[in-house]
C-alpha cells in the first residue's frame, strides 16, 4: 500500500490530504463507521479496499450488532477468508421476499438442505441486552425434518429481566448460519411487527416476523411484563394459511433465502416488514373467510342433497 492509493481528487493544490494520516490511525477512523459505510468505502480505491477488509474491524461490527456471535467458532470453509465480514454480509440486510412458497420449495435437493443451523439469539431491552445465547441444532434428523419447524433459545423454564419489560421495547437479532456452506439469514424483524397481549393468561407475544414469499420466520418473545419474566424465545416457520411447515419445508426455504439477494437496511427496512406481515397477515385472514364460506356451501349442498333423499323417501313411502 503506497500513499499513491489515498491520493486526493483535488490535485497537487491540497495542502492536506488523507494520504498525509498514519494507516494505524487510517483504521482507528474505520472502526468507527458502521458496516454499510466500511463496505462502501472499499470501493473508493485499492487502499481503502485493503483498510476496509480488516478482519478485527469486520468482527467488531459483528460483536456490537450480535454479542451472542463471539461464542460461534469460524466454520471450516471460511477459516482465514473473511467469516465475519460474509457474515454481516449475509446478516445484516434483510433478505429477499423472492423466496418461493413451501410447495416449490420442497423440490430442493435434500443434499442441498442444511444438515446442521446454529442460531444466535441476541434480545435487547431499551438498548440493554437482556439474553444472548447460541443454540445449535441438528437439523438432518427425521424427527426434525418430519415435525413442524421450531427452534427454541431457551434451554430452561425462561428467566427474570433486571427491570420491568415492555414488549414493545423489546430487539430481537436471530441469526441462522449454515456452518457447512458459511451462509447466514437474518430471521427476524429486529423491532417487533406485532404484540399480542392475551389478557387470560397474562402473557405478551411480541413478534419479530420476517416474510419470505410464500412462507414466514416467526420469531416470537413471549413474556409477563407484570413481572419481567421473559417465558420463552423461539422462531417457527409458518405458510400463507398460518399452518406449520415442515423441519424438511422450513429448511428448504432458509437454503433458498441464504441463497437469494439481500435488500434494506436500517429503520426503513424494519418497516417494511411490519408492512410484510400486515399483508402476509391480511391475506391469511382472506384465505380463512374463502375457505370458511366455500365450507359453508359445502355443507348446504350436502344438507339440500340429504333433505330432498328424505323427503323423496318420504314420498315414495306415501305412494305405496
Excluded at 470501493?43 to 480488516?54: E, N, V
Excluded at 438432518?140 to 421495547?169: H, K
Excluded at 420469531?219 to 411447515?245: I, K, P, Q, W
Aim: hydrophobic residues 45%; charged residues 20%; aromatic residues 6%.
Amino acid at each position: 500500500m503506497t500513499d499513491r492509493d489515498f491520493s486526493p481528487a483535488c490535485g497537487d493544490e491540497a495542502e492536506t490530504g488523507i494520504e498525509d494520516l498514519p494507516l494505524d490511525v487510517l483504521s482507528l477512523v474505520l472502526r468507527r463507521l458502521d458496516g454499510a459505510s466500511l463496505a462502501a468505502l472499499g470501493c473508493a480505491s485499492s487502499g481503502f479496499h485493503g483498510l476496509a477488509a480488516d478482519a478485527d474491524t469486520w468482527r467488531g461490527l459483528c460483536l456490537a450488532q450480535w454479542p451472542s456471535v463471539a461464542s460461534i467458532p469460524e466454520p471450516a470453509c471460511c477459516r482465514g477468508n473473511g467469516f465475519h465480514r460474509a457474515l454481516f454480509a449475509d446478516a445484516f440486510p434483510f433478505p429477499a421476499t423472492t423466496t418461493t412458497a413451501t410447495p416449490a420449495a420442497t423440490a430442493v435437493a435434500p443434499a442441498l438442505l442444511p444438515g446442521r443451523l446454529v442460531s444466535a439469539v441476541d434480545l435487547h431491552h431499551r438498548g440493554v441486552c437482556i439474553m444472548s445465547r447460541v443454540v445449535d441444532t441438528d437439523a438432518s434428523t427425521p424427527w426434525f425434518l418430519g415435525s413442524p419447524f421450531r427452534v427454541d433459545a431457551l434451554l430452561q423454564e425462561g428467566f427474570t429481566a433486571p427491570s420491568q419489560i415492555a414488549p414493545a421495547e423489546l430487539a430481537l437479532s436471530w441469526v441462522l448460519l449454515d456452518p457447512a456452506s458459511g451462509r447466514a439469514v437474518n430471521a427476524s424483524s429486529r423491532r417487533p411487527v406485532s404484540v399480542d397481549r392475551s389478557w387470560l393468561t397474562g402473557e405478551t407475544v411480541a413478534r419479530f416476523t420476517v416474510v419470505l414469499g410464500g412462507v414466514a420466520l416467526d420469531a416470537a418473545v413471549t413474556c409477563d411484563d407484570r413481572y419481567g419474566h421473559v417465558r420463552e424465545v423461539s422462531l417457527c416457520v409458518e405458510d400463507a394459511d398460518g399452518g406449520g411447515v415442515s423441519g424438511r419445508d422450513g429448511l428448504a426455504a432458509l437454503a433458498a433465502a441464504m441463497a437469494d439477494p439481500r435488500r434494506g437496511r436500517g429503520a426503513e427496512a424494519e418497516a417494511q416488514a411490519a408492512r410484510r406481515y400486515a399483508e402476509f397477515v391480511k391475506g391469511k385472514s382472506a384465505r380463512k373467510e374463502w375457505k370458511a364460506r366455500r365450507e359453508g356451501l359445502v355443507d348446504l349442498c350436502c344438507s339440500g342433497v340429504g333433505a330432498a333423499a328424505f323427503v323423496g323417501f318420504l314420498v315414495m313411502l306415501t305412494c305405496r
